[in-house]
């Protein structure tokens, strides 16, 4: 019995297959991905097969799992996203250890998400995320692992107004993203304009339908949130209609001396203005 452990447990041969979980994350839970090992039992079902694991970038290997006599495969599932890991076995008995296999590697499945800003308006800024990836500016898109706590941060430049978030977040504060699915977000910034008590001011109004938002150039609309503003008299504001990421689309504009279905507006004010934009859901119904 020792012989036939011994001797036909060397033949032992690890075959690495890389699998990706189906498993729906949810925030803050650990990562889907797995990689699972698998061997040739050349001890007709009677040796225990030891396997032993190291990761890509150390030396040194720790026992992960015992597979008792006739198991053929183990499921590694505590392995960290795209990661390399390392594996060796060697089989035994009560009567003997065979020499371990050839050592074989592989890299555990991504399961990641992307982010990406874009900015809009006549003014200028930046954007930068944390953990760090965006900086927008240059870099405007990141991945990072799914259920990643992502906070955005947009940082107007001198005499420029952060006018807020359209997309994944609404408002001026930080954006804070977390989820599964890949998100795209605006920033919009505007040349600040100073209203002299000297001249004549008009409120340009917005108000929408759907899921959409619709925002200002120069700034003071983020509709969603903030639907009026006053203007010196004689401004020409322009007003942008986004819809959401959710399949939603613009359907138009009226009032003010706006039409169509074009996502931009203009609108000049020598008298207080209402501007009306609809925007429908993914399957064709207004919210």
């Known amino acids: 019995m020792v012989a036939r452990s011994c001797r036909s447990a060397g033949g032992i041969r690890l075959i690495l297959t890389l699998v990706t979980s189906a498993v729906f994350l949810g925030l803050g839970e650990a990562s889907g ?8 039992d050349n ?16 030396t040194v ?3 992960v799992a015992d597979a008792g006599p006739g198991v053929t495969a183990y499921v590694d599932t505590s392995v960290s996203q795209a990661t390399t890991y390392c594996y060796r076995a060697f089989a035994y008995d009560a009567d003997g250890v065979s020499p371990y296999t050839d050592e074989t590697c592989a890299t555990s499945a991504y399961d990641g998400v992307t982010v990406t800003v874009s900015k809009v308006g006549n003014g200028t800024g930046t954007v930068t995320s944390s953990p760090a990836g965006i900086n927008c500016g240059t870099a405007c898109s990141a991945s990072y692992l799914s259920g990643t706590l992502v906070t955005l941060a947009a ?3 001198p005499g420029i107004t952060f006018d807020g978030w359209t997309g994944g977040c609404v408002g001026t504060a930080p954006c804070i993203l977390a989820g599964n699915s890949s998100v795209a977000v605006t920033a919009s910034f505007s040349v600040a304009t100073i209203i002299s008590s000297s001249v004549a001011s008009y409120t340009l109004t917005v108000a929408k339908s759907g899921p959409g938002t619709v925002a200002s150039a120069p700034s003071g609309i983020t509709c969603g949130s903030h639907c009026s503003q006053m203007y010196a008299s004689g401004t020409v504001v322009t007003l942008t209609a986004m819809p959401n990421n959710n399949g939603s689309t613009f359907t138009g504009w009226s009032g003010g001396g706006c039409s169509g279905s074009s996502r931009t507006c203009t609108v000049s004010l020598n008298a207080a203005t209402s501007v009306s934009a609809a925007f429908k859901n993914g399957n064709g119904k207004r919210k």
């Open 155 to 157: 940082t107007p430049d």
């Open 61 to 63: 290997y720790a026992a």
């Open 43 to 58: 001890s007709n079902g009677v040796a225990t097969t030891r396997i032993e694991r190291r990761l890509g970038t150390d």
């Open 33 to 40: 991905a797995q990689l699972t090992a698998s061997w040739l």
